[in-house]
């Protein structure tokens, strides 16, 4: 748990963020100047319709995508200055990342899912342990394909979890789920963000779920239109769409 | 309106032009090398059975000690046979050759001229085309005999002398020092009377009898000469006569052999399709489940996913054919014109090769491909969609053990690709036995040349054509030497069986106990394994000039490797063959022996030995890099299509690797090391499969040899055939590094199913 009474810091801050695809005629300036940051700890979600940048944005913050011009400084790395070695090792260290569709690996249980990940860090957390707080640890030796939405997602959670990441992607975590599985995934990742302390990115179309958030941002043809402070969030277990 | 589908065989083409392109080549090299070879051997069958017609071939042949008389000739002539006088001489050459000459023969056996012309001066020959081109002789050079200086004025073929065996028993045919010349009658019989080997040939008056007909009348002939006193030497059907009838044999059973070879690439290219087609059909489950559900037939897909194999099968079959006819030719009537003495031959467009290298290899690409379609295709639309693709999605993971992440993660590569991975096992099981076959044989023939000249009980073995005595006999010793036949079941035949008559205590063969109160006698273990005997079995034997037969019990087997023979004691022999008990004709010498020359019937050497092996290695080094490219080449392609299928299979999620930190080097260790084990465990577990079926293919093909060649395989060539795999992998290894190293992250952030 976080000592409230310990000094926060930002944990990741970019500014002027610039970032097109395509030349000449077809370019389409996919993130327009955007600055922001957030503080250690927090979640934050960032919304927007489709084609406003916030996958984009995910991405850049994960070390996937180059930017244009701007600077990204995530846990006091700039990530512009990396190379693709020294990427790899940025997102092998400090991040997790849980997809919309899980893409777990079919032909390794779900256990084995999780060690994927499990084997890239010095101190991963207890796997065992992780899969009881997960939900799945009856499930542990199963297939992707024989456990449900929820499961495998639970399941990629885990996988983003286990090496502890200071920074937690979240690319539409609900998006394949219905409603009841959706809250539950949700109150997974405030469990997290309580029992952690990480730093939690999720990028949604849900409204909703901004509710959970510390910190909301949303984005508009690569531009942030509103960057908002959530003093009190809302437990997710709350939430209602 | 045409099916909008077709469109997609040009991209997946493009896509995938490194896997249709390592396909295409390899069915289509073994097409090509399959038409060739199959167009060939029909032609040589051909222009080599009319020229059995054409030259006469004889229906058999005998010697006799002297002059067969005129009565003993038209007694047997009764019988329905012609005989026809075809005596020769073997004179030694400039280039220490034996040469068999004969006279121009105009009635029986005639020979083509292939180059040049027939003799007809004195001081003319013409020389037998392959043992001329062993030798390096030409048209215009000249050749002495016998210290007599003659030109060449021709290279010949003679039908009786198509393999060229200087005596029927011998293993290997030796154009390098043996070969034929035919002379104008006048020089032929110039000869000295001593020199001239009396032989006759025979021809059926009746053409069209059957094989058991053929033989019972050569027994009929046999005993009619013997009846009226001919002291045969030698009697031999043209069935029985290795000169004759050995290529026949060797063509029997090469046809069969390069189709079995068809087949076994063509089923596992079609299985190799069919796994991509599976592969395939997994990565578009959803787009097959959405095509099902609106409106298109199962039967629509199939013909679809069909299609690729069957162009790929009928564009290889066509170039493939065109190859076989062009420039595959050269190749293999080099090696049939460079093993035999056969008449010129023309390449012809043969039906049933047509038909095997096109119609078959599409036949059984379809019906592979169909029956593993129908099983994939055989699901609901809804399960495609859900890619639930297996009928059984709830069965069980196979719980591994508590081994490493990694090893694990190994397994489950390995499980998820075990088709590809089984095709690869039998895929390198059959390259490694071709590469074992082509990788043995140099030595194997050394091994055989060396264990028989290690055997060797003199320096100096003499056989008499009568008893006489050495000048200077030394430690000579003598024995009595016999040839009689034992029926050899698996070949259908009669196999000549050389018997030695020692004296007690021999010194040339002090590890074998002869006693002259022995009720048996002792095989040599070449003769022993031939025919899977053993101690205390009893063996027929005859003696095919008298017919007459013996029961022996065998009582020892002795270390005397390659060579079919008897030991027992001279006297036992001796009374065996009904005569005198101090009756000998031959020595054994580690001196050279001054004997009577017109005693003498052969001389073996050690040099003999040495040169049986130049012979048998130039006969078999040229399979040695045909087998080595074949085997390469099915190493490289299988290994490619299929291991690269492992890598397609899982770029998606070697994506999303890359994407949670994942270095190239440590997916290598994840996927390819998994492959790598795959091949080495193939490589490895396939060596004794490989080391049987080598066994068992020598096995059969000594069957149809007068000889015995030991199957050796030295440990080094395990090492190598190991190593030659590895070798291959590791340059497909290094495409599959790059191939890992360019998949991109992209990929798994595009995943949007």
């Given at each position: 748990?976080?000592?409230?009474?310990?000094?926060?810091?930002?944990?990741?801050?970019?500014?002027?963020?610039?970032?097109?695809?395509?030349?000449?005629?077809?370019?389409?300036?996919?993130?327009?100047?955007?600055?922001?940051?957030?503080?250690?700890?927090?979640?934050?979600?960032?919304?927007?319709?489709?084609?406003?940048?916030?996958?984009?944005?995910?991405?850049?913050?994960?070390?996937?995508?180059?930017?244009?011009?701007?600077?990204?400084?995530?846990?006091?790395?700039?990530?512009?200055?990396?190379?693709?070695?020294?990427?790899?090792?940025?997102?092998?260290?400090?991040?997790?990342?849980?997809?919309?569709?899980?893409?777990?690996?079919?032909?390794?249980?779900?256990?084995?899912?999780?060690?994927?990940?499990?084997?890239?860090?010095?101190?991963?957390?207890?796997?065992?342990?992780?899969?009881?707080?997960?939900?799945?640890?009856?499930?542990?030796?199963?297939?992707?394909?024989?456990?449900?939405?929820?499961?495998?997602?639970?399941?990629?959670?885990?996988?983003?979890?286990?090496?502890?990441?200071?920074?937690?992607?979240?690319?539409?975590?609900?998006?394949?789920?219905?409603?009841?599985?959706?809250?539950?995934?949700?109150?997974?990742?405030?469990?997290?963000?309580?029992?952690?302390?990480?730093?939690?990115?999720?990028?949604?179309?849900?409204?909703?779920?901004?509710?959970?958030?510390?910190?909301?941002?949303?984005?508009?043809?690569?531009?942030?239109?509103?960057?908002?402070?959530?003093?009190?969030?809302?437990?997710?277990?709350?939430?209602?769409? | 309106?045409?099916?909008?589908?077709?469109?997609?065989?040009?991209?997946?083409?493009?896509?995938?032009?490194?896997?249709?392109?390592?396909?295409?080549?390899?069915?289509?090299?073994?097409?090509?090398?399959?038409?060739?070879?199959?167009?060939?051997?029909?032609?040589?069958?051909?222009?080599?059975?009319?020229?059995?017609?054409?030259s006469?071939?004889?229906?058999?042949?005998?010697?006799?000690?002297?002059?067969?008389?005129?009565?003993?000739?038209?007694?047997?002539?009764?019988?329905?046979?012609?005989?026809?006088?075809?005596?020769y001489?073997?004179?030694?050459t400039?280039?220490?050759t034996t040469l068999r000459i004969y006279?121009n023969r105009?009635?029986?056996n005639?020979a083509t001229v292939m180059e040049g012309?027939s003799p007809?001066?004195?001081?003319?020959i013409a020389v037998e085309r392959l043992f001329a081109t062993s030798n390096?002789l030409s048209v215009?050079?000249?050749l002495?005999?016998?210290?007599?200086?003659?030109?060449i004025t021709g290279l010949i073929a003679v039908p009786d002398y198509s393999s060229l065996f200087q005596?029927?028993?011998?293993?290997?045919m030796d154009s390098f020092h043996f070969g034929i010349g035919i002379m104008?009658?006048?020089?032929?019989?110039?000869?000295?009377?001593?020199?001239?080997?009396?032989?006759?040939?025979?021809?059926?008056?009746?053409?069209?009898?059957?094989?058991?007909?053929?033989?019972?009348?050569?027994?009929?002939?046999?005993?009619?000469?013997?009846?009226?006193?001919?002291?045969?030497?030698?009697?031999?059907?043209?069935?029985?006569?290795?000169s004759?009838?050995?290529?026949?044999?060797?063509?029997?059973?090469?046809?069969?052999?390069?189709?079995?070879?068809?087949?076994?690439?063509?089923?596992?290219?079609?299985?190799?399709?069919?796994?991509?087609?599976?592969?395939?059909?997994?990565?578009?489950?959803?787009?097959?489940?959405?095509?099902?559900?609106?409106?298109?037939?199962?039967?629509?897909?199939?013909?679809?996913?069909?299609?690729?194999?069957?162009?790929?099968?009928?564009?290889?079959?066509?170039?493939?054919?065109?190859?076989?006819?062009?420039?595959?030719?050269?190749?293999?009537?080099?090696?049939?014109y460079g093993s035999y003495s056969l008449p010129?031959?023309?390449?012809?467009?043969?039906?049933?090769?047509?038909?095997?290298?096109?119609?078959?290899?599409?036949?059984?690409?379809?019906?592979?491909?169909?029956?593993?379609?129908?099983?994939?295709?055989?699901?609901?639309?809804?399960?495609?969609?859900?890619?639930?693709?297996?009928?059984?999605?709830?069965?069980?993971?196979?719980?591994?053990?508590?081994?490493?992440?990694?090893?694990?993660?190994?397994?489950?590569?390995?499980?998820?690709?075990?088709?590809?991975?089984?095709?690869?096992?039998?895929?390198?099981?059959?390259?490694?036995?071709?590469?074992?076959?082509?990788?043995?044989?140099?030595?194997?023939?050394?091994?055989?040349?060396?264990?028989?000249?290690?055997?060797?009980?003199?320096?100096?073995?003499?056989?008499?054509?009568?008893?006489?005595?050495?000048?200077?006999?030394?430690?000579?010793?003598?024995?009595?030497?016999?040839?009689?036949?034992?029926?050899?079941?698996?070949?259908?035949?009669?196999?000549?069986?050389?018997?030695?008559?020692?004296?007690?205590?021999?010194?040339?063969?002090?590890?074998?106990?002869?006693?002259?109160?022995?009720?048996?006698?002792?095989?040599?273990?070449?003769?022993?394994?031939?025919?899977?005997?053993?101690?205390?079995?009893?063996?027929?034997?005859?003696?095919?000039?008298?017919?007459?037969?013996?029961?022996?019990?065998?009582?020892?087997?002795?270390?005397?490797?390659?060579?079919?023979?008897?030991?027992?004691?001279?006297?036992?022999?001796?009374?065996?063959?009904?005569?005198?008990?101090?009756?000998?004709?031959?020595?054994?010498?580690?001196?050279?022996?001054?004997?009577?020359?017109?005693?003498?019937?052969?001389?073996?050497?050690?040099?003999?030995?040495?040169?049986?092996?130049?012979?048998?290695?130039?006969?078999?080094?040229?399979?040695?890099?045909?087998?080595?490219?074949?085997?390469?080449?099915?190493?490289?392609?299988?290994?490619?299509?299929?291991?690269?299928?492992?890598?397609?299979?899982?770029?998606?999620?070697?994506?999303?690797?890359?994407?949670?930190?994942?270095?190239?080097?440590?997916?290598?260790?994840?996927?390819?090391?998994?492959?790598?084990?795959?091949?080495?465990?193939?490589?490895?577990?396939?060596?004794?499969?490989?080391?049987?079926?080598?066994?068992?293919?020598?096995?059969?093909?000594?069957?149809?040899?007068?000889?015995?060649?030991?199957?050796?395989?030295?440990?080094?060539?395990?090492?190598?055939?190991?190593?030659?795999?590895?070798?291959?992998?590791?340059?497909?290894?290094?495409?599959?590094?790059?191939?890992?190293?360019?998949?991109?992250?992209?990929?798994?952030?595009?995943?949007?199913?």
């Amino acid at each position: 748990m976080v000592n409230k009474n310990e000094m926060v810091r930002m944990f990741f801050s970019v500014k002027g963020l610039d970032k097109s695809y395509g030349n000449g005629s077809a370019k389409v300036k996919v993130l327009d100047g955007v600055s922001t940051d957030l503080e250690e700890g927090k979640i934050c979600v960032i919304l927007g319709p489709s084609g406003s940048g916030k996958s984009t944005f995910l991405n850049v913050v994960g070390g996937l995508e180059s930017i244009d011009s701007g600077s990204i400084c995530v846990d006091g790395q700039e990530l512009s200055k990396l190379d693709a070695k020294s990427l790899g090792q940025y997102r092998r260290n400090k991040l997790g990342f849980v997809f919309q569709f899980y893409n777990l690996i079919p032909n390794l249980t779900a256990k084995e899912n999780i060690e994927v990940c499990e084997y890239l860090s010095k101190n991963p957390l207890p796997i065992d342990e992780l899969l009881h707080t997960l939900g799945i640890w009856e499930h542990k030796d199963k297939f992707p394909n024989q456990l449900s939405g929820g499961q495998q997602q639970r399941c990629a959670i885990g996988r983003a979890l286990v090496k502890n990441p200071a920074l937690l992607l979240c690319d539409e975590p609900t998006g394949a789920l219905d409603y009841k599985t959706s809250k539950e995934i949700l109150s997974l990742i405030e469990k997290i963000n309580q029992t952690y302390n990480n730093t939690i990115l999720i990028v949604t179309h849900n409204e909703a779920i901004k509710h959970m958030a510390h910190r909301v941002l949303k984005l508009h043809d690569g531009r942030i239109l509103t960057d908002s402070v959530n003093e009190n969030p809302v437990a997710a277990k709350d939430l209602e769409w | 309106m045409k099916n909008p589908l077709r469109k997609r065989y040009i991209r997946d083409l493009k896509a995938n032009k490194g896997r249709y392109l390592a396909i295409f080549l390899m069915l289509t090299v073994t097409i090509a090398l399959m038409s060739g070879f199959l167009a060939v051997s029909a032609g040589v069958q051909k222009s080599f059975q009319e020229n059995r017609i054409e030259s006469k071939l004889e229906d058999g042949s005998f010697s006799s000690k002297d002059e067969i008389t005129p009565e003993a000739i038209t007694e047997s002539e009764k019988l329905g046979v012609s005989i026809y006088e075809n005596d020769y001489v073997n004179e030694q050459t400039n280039s220490e050759t034996t040469l068999r000459i004969y006279e121009n023969r105009e009635q029986i056996n005639l020979a083509t001229v292939m180059e040049g012309n027939s003799p007809i001066k004195d001081n003319e020959i013409a020389v037998e085309r392959l043992f001329a081109t062993s030798n390096k002789l030409s048209v215009g050079d000249t050749l002495t005999v016998n210290d007599t200086p003659m030109k060449i004025t021709g290279l010949i073929a003679v039908p009786d002398y198509s393999s060229l065996f200087q005596n029927n028993s011998e293993l290997m045919m030796d154009s390098f020092h043996f070969g034929i010349g035919i002379m104008t009658k006048d020089v032929f019989q110039s000869f000295p009377e001593n020199n001239i080997i009396h032989n006759y040939s025979y021809t059926f008056n009746q053409r069209d009898l059957s094989e058991k007909e053929k033989r019972t009348l050569s027994d009929d002939i046999k005993v009619s000469l013997v009846k009226n006193e001919t002291q045969l030497t030698n009697f031999t059907t043209a069935e029985n006569n290795q000169s004759i009838s050995f290529i026949e044999d060797d063509m029997g059973s090469d046809v069969p052999m390069m189709k079995v070879f068809l087949y076994i690439i063509i089923g596992i290219m079609a299985f190799v399709f069919s796994i991509i087609i599976g592969s395939t059909i997994e990565a578009e489950a959803p787009i097959i489940g959405t095509l099902l559900a609106s409106g298109y037939k199962k039967i629509e897909l199939m013909t679809h996913y069909i299609a690729m194999p069957l162009m790929v099968t009928l564009l290889s079959a066509v170039i493939g054919n065109a190859i076989g006819y062009t420039l595959m030719p050269g190749l293999f009537k080099e090696m049939y014109y460079g093993s035999y003495s056969l008449p010129p031959m023309e390449v012809k467009l043969n039906f049933e090769a047509l038909l095997l290298t096109t119609v078959l290899p599409i036949v059984i690409m379809i019906g592979i491909n169909f029956v593993a379609l129908r099983r994939k295709l055989s699901i609901s639309p809804l399960n495609f969609l859900r890619r639930e693709l297996k009928k059984k999605t709830n069965r069980k993971a196979i719980k591994l053990p508590d081994f490493s992440f990694l090893t694990r993660f190994r397994i489950r590569v390995i499980i998820q690709n075990i088709g590809s991975y089984i095709t690869l096992f039998v895929g390198v099981l059959f390259a490694s036995f071709i590469l074992m076959f082509g990788l043995s044989l140099t030595p194997m023939m050394n091994h055989y040349v060396d264990s028989i000249t290690q055997s060797a009980v003199a320096d100096y073995q003499y056989i008499l054509k009568a008893p006489a005595e050495a000048e200077n006999p030394g430690n000579a010793e003598k024995l009595t030497f016999s040839s009689l036949e034992t029926y050899y079941t698996p070949a259908n035949k009669n196999l000549e069986v050389s018997f030695y008559g020692l004296r007690e205590n021999s010194v040339y063969f002090k590890e074998l106990k002869i006693s002259d109160d022995e009720k048996g006698v002792t095989f040599s273990d070449g003769l022993a394994k031939k025919l899977k005997a053993k101690v205390g079995d009893m063996v027929t034997f005859v003696n095919p000039y008298t017919d007459k037969s013996y029961d022996l019990k065998v009582i020892g087997i002795y270390d005397y490797p390659g060579a079919l023979t008897v030991f027992m004691s001279q006297k036992q022999l001796n009374t065996l063959l009904n005569v005198d008990s101090n009756y000998f004709n031959g020595y054994f010498s580690d001196t050279e022996l001054n004997l009577p020359e017109n005693s003498l019937a052969t001389v073996i050497t050690p040099e003999d030995m040495s040169q049986l092996g130049d012979q048998m290695l130039s006969s078999f080094e040229q399979m040695v890099p045909i087998c080595l490219g074949v085997a390469i080449v099915i190493y490289l392609v299988l290994m490619y299509i299929l291991t690269k299928l492992v890598i397609d299979k899982n770029a998606l999620y070697i994506s999303f690797m890359k994407v949670f930190g994942y270095e190239t080097k440590e997916i290598r260790k994840l996927y390819l090391t998994a492959t790598t084990m795959v091949v080495l465990g193939s490589l490895l577990l396939g060596l004794p499969l490989v080391t049987l079926g080598i066994q068992g293919s020598f096995e059969l093909a000594m069957m149809k040899l007068s000889g015995y060649l030991p199957v050796y395989i030295p440990m080094y060539l395990y090492a190598e055939i190991v190593a030659i795999g590895m070798m291959s992998y590791f340059v497909i290894n290094f495409f599959h590094i790059r191939r890992i190293s360019k998949i991109e992250m992209a990929a798994a952030l595009k995943n949007k199913e």
